[in-house]
């Protein structure tokens, strides 16, 4: 199993794709062959003598031919052999496995250059019948270079590999420590290698040249006959080259392999056992520098391991004209990029630590919280490749065989400012904190980013390590992986009796972090937004020096926890358990030896920065909280509701003589002596209670102590024991208003006291051997411990309240009472309990927050300092969040507990039932609203799933308003219409609305004319609204349709059309005009019809859950609707018919009548106009024009604008209905990005009524202004008319009839310009989109800077003007 792991971590490495110096991809084996075999020309060189054995088996001079005859005696030899283009790996597919035994490989190359130097020797013949005699002449000798290139090639290579597993494995660790041994090792474990299958394949052969020779000529002759002759056999040793390999070459390997694993197949034996433990100088070091550093120097432990320490030192630990490693290159960027695509950084998604409480199950402390979650997850590491000099690994000291150093740095130097360089070592993790309960005031649920910023980081540890010889040398390969065997080659008690030399021990630790730390949080999703502040307070930490303190004092615990006897006994039990657990030590059925292990001992340096840190971080909370705090209105006083007993009177506060016939009397008395001024023992004058607590519980200082029956608790070396509880200021009361009723259930009490506080007095003592000798000295072994927190002028307002049925009731959800059967068993299910309804604290000063005892000096100092500091910058804010704390915090907290020590009502037989929770849909109308027959007629399902209340209602109220009397009005406007208007109005069916609604002043120039012109609008009635008409179709399921309700309803049905008039005043004043006109106009409608169609979904969980006592909270209902997704516009994305949509609209009237009354009028035409208007032609205009402004309303209402509105107002609802889950009471409307609109500073609903009422007056205007230009030019028009004969009056028929008829006669000949073909089309197409973008950059350029002109209309005598907005000039 091991071996396959190692051989897929193997191809896997080699295989996969890095990074380059030229920053090209390419494979891993590439890079390893570039780094570990080639030379700086890229060039790996071969021993020739590897080569020249094959041609004789005595051959050191490399010689590969020998000729001697009668002519010559010549000698080849091999010079050198050198091979370019072995890191050209372009694919690489290793240990495909194909058999039992075999596995295949397939390999492919850009290109080999093989360089081949060669010296030939030539002489004359020494034989005694050599053609010639010459034997004094000099040897000719020429050294020249065979050069041959190959491209593209692949190599297909079966092997078949016969591992004996068990020989393998049990190959010892000392009989590979020595680089002679490794090959026979290896070999011995192969039982059969051969190459089964060759194959090699060449695109293309490069031409042999040969250079070198002494004659340039025959460099020339030889290469160009190489040439020639390679040419000429090209392709045919391409084609030859597959079978060749197959059948020759292949063979030849095998019978190489088989010779050399006969001749190397036995791994030597391990030298006898060694005893004692290893010296890590000499298994490190090589024998030079280990006899320099006191090794012995004769490397007992062999030369690989030292070759690898060497190799990992140049290739890793290398640094560059920066100081970074090599390290940070060759490994830590390839890993950590691909663990999280990101070089240096790795990412470790999900949960790393999740304490979880999903359920209390003790009560009393759900009464703070259901449940409670604390999680780290998503951790980030940041600038892990900075790793820089000086940097050790696994060092060899001089002064001990067996103590290692080691030293990490990590970061940028320290002339570098983690402003200017990323190499900063940065750590960024989710941290989050969910407090839940429904009713706890401590529910939160934060999620926060915090980020460590490291600039420099160097760790130092000294590790002393007892390895026992025998048994690293015995190591079996075949647990190399197995983390137990390593760790039992250290020593363990049971295995020698030498205990100075036990196991692992640290024998120093420190890290060393910049003074640029820095720590940064973000919020992602915080209830508590003031958390999104957090970053100042951590500001104010660091100048306070508290993360620099708290680090330290964590490392100094850290480093005394790691060189503790605890740590090592941690570590003696897993080297313990670790040799029982290794295979090969064969311990697995040995019995546990009976030994005892250090347990762990605290410090006192531990608890001082206990200490240190609960003290200050007690603070730093307070701050959080007082942050959350400040600014919070104080919520006003709420009704508890817990349960209680069946068949319970509720107590009537205000008449407790009901019963106890004196009982209010005794309230009374008692609230008058307590709260009263009276003489004391001591002669002072003090409040009642006051003096009844001195005479009863006080001591002679004032103090009421509380002895502590716990305790307290022993362990670790820690003996902790609490004295006593010390409440301060009981006797300087000086308000006491308490039990004043003001309810039947409810009583309020307010209490005033100079001073009040809380004194926790403990003994602490901390078995440390270091103060064993000063602890003796005392006669009591336990230091005293003081904590004091005083507060000054405190004021505390609280009521209590008895649970009312009603507010019981309230809370019942819908779903519950649903069916009518339900109805009563909820009813009935009362509960009586007593809460607190308010309780309001408030603080003049805080006085004191302390520790005393047990800490040093120095953490003394740090504790009082942080403090003043806290009270100097943030006591002023937690003085003011404390009024707040206590109403949402405490009260609540309060109350819980309260609960908790009452029983349950038990709601047997008649208990109100919870609502059906199998239902998640979406409530269809149909079966809600309508009975079983009437449901399924309209496509519903017809079920009760629903319940019969609704269905009842419906009906019910369909009979109600459909019900007509002989004017054909429906009964609602006797039973609701009449009795609402006439408590506003004193008037039946009208409301009034007295006094100035609006008015404006205007400066106008224009044509020369200059004039001041006031309108005003004032006394706004409506009247007849009790004239609805039947039958009202309100909330009407539709046919086919779950979620769509239709409504329609007629007003002004009857005698008494709806009415409605103001008082207008129109003045002005210029060089040669004056007017003043005061009128009231009056619209009049008759059978106005308003006809609306709903889409509402409502999701069935939040429809049944809904509490009655939202049930008028339109905001309430909305939230119980699917929230439809929109933009940072607020505007809608997605479907359109979801929510709330207003889907159809339409108004009309049968009649419109305007007219108009003179109060006071200056224009005589006005009175002509009055006239008009009452004739039959200005009714039919008036409601022409009432019916024209009614659709454009109803388009208006059925535009996108209105159901943005509606949008942001079902994204809004969560936040503002008080039973969501999402309710903030303080919620102000979410917030969008405006589109191109420019920013009033102006009120927004000021704003909007005043646009309103603008475009009413102007609307009015309007309307009177066309009806008078519509009766003035018909008046002109009779009366010349008039004055024609009957001759003329023909004649002008006449011609009136001909300019008809050739008009008519124009259209049929002519087209129109955007259809004549004699218009370029482009202009056809150009011109409609000029028109409209100019119309379209008129209304934004007007509408966008809300300016409008004053329209001037001159009629007759007098000038009306429509002010829409103010202009100060207008240029003719």
């Known amino acids: 199993e091991w071996i396959q792991k190692a051989l897929e971590q193997l191809d896997s490495l080699l295989g996969s794709g890095t990074s380059s110096n030229n920053g090209q991809n390419d494979l891993g084996i590439n890079e390893l062959i570039r780094s570990s075999l080639l030379d700086d020309q890229g060039e790996f060189s071969i021993d020739p003598s590897l080569i020249s054995g094959f041609f004789s ?102 092997i078949l590999l016969a591992l004996n597993e068990m020989t393998l494995g049990t190959i010892q660790l000392g009989s590979m420590l020595h680089t002679t041994n490794i090959l026979p090792c290896l070999f011995s474990a192969i039982d059969k290698a051969s190459f089964t299958g060759l194959a090699l394949t060449v695109t293309d052969l490069v031409p042999p040249t040969m250079t070198g020779f002494l004659d340039r000529g025959i460099d020339q002759i030889m290469s160009s006959g190489a040439t020639a002759l390679f040419n000429m056999y090209e392709k045919a040793m391409i084609r030859a080259m597959p079978n060749f390999f197959q059948l020759f070459v292949r063979d030849v390997i095998n019978d190489y392999i088989d010779g050399v694993v006969s001749l190397l197949g036995k791994c030597p034996d391990t030298k006898p056992p060694m005893s004692g433990f290893v010296d890590f100088r000499d298994l490190f070091l090589d024998p030079d520098d280990a006899l320099a550093s006191g090794g012995s120097g004769d490397a007992p432990y062999g030369n690989v391991i030292p070759w690898i ?45 999740d304490l979880n409480k999903r359920q209390v199950t003790r009560k009393i402390w759900t009464s703070f919280a259901d449940n409670l979650r604390l999680r780290l997850s998503d951790l980030h590491l940041s600038g892990l490749d900075s790793m820089r000099v000086p940097t050790e690994i696994l060092s060899p000291k001089s002064s001990s065989a067996h103590t290692l150093g080691n030293k990490i740095s990590i970061g940028v130097t320290e002339n570098v400012s983690i402003t200017d360089n990323s190499d900063s070592l940065r750590a960024s993790f989710g941290f989050e904190l969910l407090v839940g309960g429904e009713n706890s005031p401590l529910a939160m649920n934060n999620l926060m980013d915090l980020e460590l910023i490291v600039p420099s980081l160097d760790i130092l540890a000294m590790l002393r390590a007892t390895v026992e010889v025998d048994r690293l040398m015995k190591f079996p390969l075949k647990d190399i992986t197995n983390v137990d065997c390593w760790i039992s080659t250290l020593w363990s008690s049971k295995n020698s009796g030498i205990e100075s030399d036990a196991g692992v021990a640290i024998e120093y630790l420190n890290m060393v972090l910049d003074d640029g730390m820095m720590v940064n949080a973000s919020c992602i999703s915080c209830t508590n937004q003031m958390l999104n502040q957090f970053n100042s307070v951590l500001s104010f930490l660091e100048d306070q020096e508290w993360i620099s303190n708290i680090r330290s004092r964590a490392i100094l615990i850290g480093s005394q926890l790691a060189r503790g006897e605890w740590v090592q006994g941690m570590i003696a039990k897993q080297i313990d358990s670790s040799s029982r657990r290794c295979p090969h030590l064969n311990f697995e059925n040995s019995m546990p030896l009976a030994q005892k292990y250090q347990k762990f001992e605290t410090t006192r340096e531990m608890v001082d920065g206990v200490l240190y840190g609960g003290m200050t971080l007690v603070q730093v909370i307070a701050i959080v909280m007082a942050q959350k705090h400040t600014g919070v209105d104080l919520p006003p006083p709420v009704d508890i509701v817990v349960s209680g007993a069946d068949k319970t009177e509720l107590i009537d ?80 009361f000086a308000k006491f208003e308490v039990l004043k009723t003001s309810g039947p259930q409810a009583f309020g009490n307010i209490i005033r006291l100079d001073k009040l506080g809380v004194t926790l007095r403990m003994g602490l003592s901390v078995e440390d051997p270091n103060t064993e000798q000063l602890r003796r000295l005392n006669t009591n072994k336990l230091e005293t411990i003081t904590v004091s927190l005083i507060f000054k002028d405190v004021e505390i307002d609280t009521s209590v309240m008895l649970a009312l049925d009603r507010e019981l009731m309230r809370s019942m959800k819908l779903g519950s009472i649903l069916s009518i059967d339900n109805i009563s068993s909820c009813l009935f299910s009362t509960i009586h309990a007593i809460g607190i309804q308010k309780l309001v604290m408030t603080l003049g000063n805080i006085d004191e927050f302390s520790i005393a005892g047990f800490v040093s000096a120095a953490t003394q100092q740090e504790i009082d300092d942080f403090t003043a500091a806290v009270f100097t910058n943030y006591k002023p804010m937690i003085i003011e969040s404390l009024p707040a704390f206590t109403a949402t915090v405490v009260r609540p907290l309060l109350n819980n507990v309260l609960q908790y020590f009452m029983e349950k009502a038990k709601r047997e037989g008649g208990a109100c039932r919870e609502p059906d929770e199998s239902l998640t849909g979406i409530v269809d109308f149909r079966d809600l609203f309508l009975s079983q027959s009437k449901s399924v007629a309209l496509l519903g399902s017809g079920l009760p799933k629903y319940g019969d209340l609704f269905r009842v209602l419906h009906s019910f109220i369909d009979d109600v308003i459909s019900a007509t009397n002989d004017l054909g009005q429906s009964n609602i406007n006797d039973l609701i219409i009449s009795k609402l208007t006439d408590n506003q109005s004193n008037s039946t069916g009208a409301l009034f609305f007295p006094g100035k609604l609006f008015g404006q002043e205007f400066d106008i120039a224009l044509n020369g004319l200059n004039a001041v012109v006031e309108i005003a609008v004032s006394d706004v009635r409506l009247s007849s609204l009790d004239s609805i008409g039947a039958p009202i179709r309100l909330l009407q399921p539709v046919e086919g349709e779950a979620s769509i309700l239709n409504n329609s309803v007629s007003v002004g049905v009857g005698p008494d059309a709806l009415r409605v008039s103001f008082k207008l005043f129109v003045a002005g004043e210029g060089d040669d005009v004056k007017i003043s006109n005061e009128l009231e106009l009056g619209l009049s409608l008759k059978n106005l019809s308003v006809i609306l169609e709903l889409l509402a979904e409502i999701e069935e969980q939040a429809f049944f859950s809904f509490p009655i006592k939202d049930i008028l909270d339109f905001n309430c209902w909305m939230a119980t609707m699917p929230t439809p997704f929109i933009d940072k516009f607020g505007i809608r994305i997605g479907s359109p018919d979801t929510g709330l949509v207003l889907r159809k609209i339409a108004m009309a009237a049968a009649e419109a009548r305007l007219d108009v009354n003179c109060i006071s009028c200056s224009s005589s035409v006005l009175l002509d106009i009055s006239t008009y208007l009452s004739s039959d032609d200005g009714v039919t205009d008036t409601t022409d024009v009432a019916n024209r402004i009614f659709d454009y309303g109803t388009k208006l209402l059925r535009s996108q604008l209105v159901q943005d509105q509606f949008d942001r107002m079902l994204n809004e609802a969560e936040m503002k209905c008080p039973h969501s889950a999402n309710y903030n009471a303080n919620f102000a409307g979410l917030k969008f990005d405006e589109m191109d609109a420019i920013e009033s500073s102006e009120d927004a609903y000021g704003f909007l009524i005043a646009i309103i009422s603008v475009v009413a007056v102007c609307a009015v205007v309007v309307v009177l202004v066309y009806v008078a230009v519509n009766w003035v030019s018909r008046r002109r028009h009779n009366r010349w008319v008039g004055t024609l004969t009957r001759a003329q009056k023909l004649q002008l028929v006449r011609e009136q009839r001909e300019e008809t008829e050739r008009e008519k006669d124009l259209n049929k000949i002519m087209k129109s310009l955007f259809c004549s073909a004699e218009v370029p089309i482009s202009l056809r197409l150009l011109i409609p989109i000029v028109i409209f973008g100019n119309i379209a950059l008129f209304l934004s350029g007007h509408l966008s800077l809300g300016k409008s002109l004053v329209m001037y209309m001159p009629v007759e005598s007098i000038v009306l003007t429509s002010p829409c907005l103010e202009t100060k000039q207008v240029v003719p």
């Open 653 to 732: 506060l205000t008449d407790l003589g009901s019963i106890l016939s004196w009982g209010d009397m005794v309230l009374d008395e008692a609230r008058t002596y307590l709260g009263g001024v009276v003489e004391s023992k001591r002669g002072e004058q003090v409040l009642g209670i006051t003096n009844l607590l001195q005479s009863l519980i006080l001591d002679d200082d004032g103090l009421l102590k509380i002895p502590i029956i716990d305790k307290g608790f022993i362990a670790g070396g820690v003996e902790l024991s609490l004295y006593n509880v010390t409440l301060v200021g009981l006797d300087s």
């Open 57 to 158: 088996d005595e051959n050191s001079n490399n010689i590969i031919f020998e000729g001697h005859d009668k002519l010559t005696e010549t000698t080849m030899s091999l010079v050198s052999i050198r091979v370019q283009g072995l890191d050209t790996f372009k694919e690489l597919d290793l240990l495909n496995v194909v058999g039992n035994y075999t596995v295949r490989n397939l390999l492919k190359m850009e290109r080999l250059t093989f360089f081949i130097e060669l010296e030939a020797t030539m002489m004359a013949s020494s034989l005694s019948s050599s053609f010639i005699d010459a034997s004094n002449a000099k040897p000719i000798t020429e050294v020249f270079t065979i050069a041959f290139t190959a491209n593209d090639i692949g190599i297909d290579f079966t």
């Open 309 to 353: 320490m060497d190799i990992i030192d140049d290739q890793l630990f290398s640094a560059d004209e920066s100081g970074q490693l090599s390290v940070n290159e060759l490994m830590v960027r390839p890993l950590t990029k691909s663990q999280s695509g990101i070089e240096g950084s790795l990412h470790f998604n999900g949960t790393l630590i």
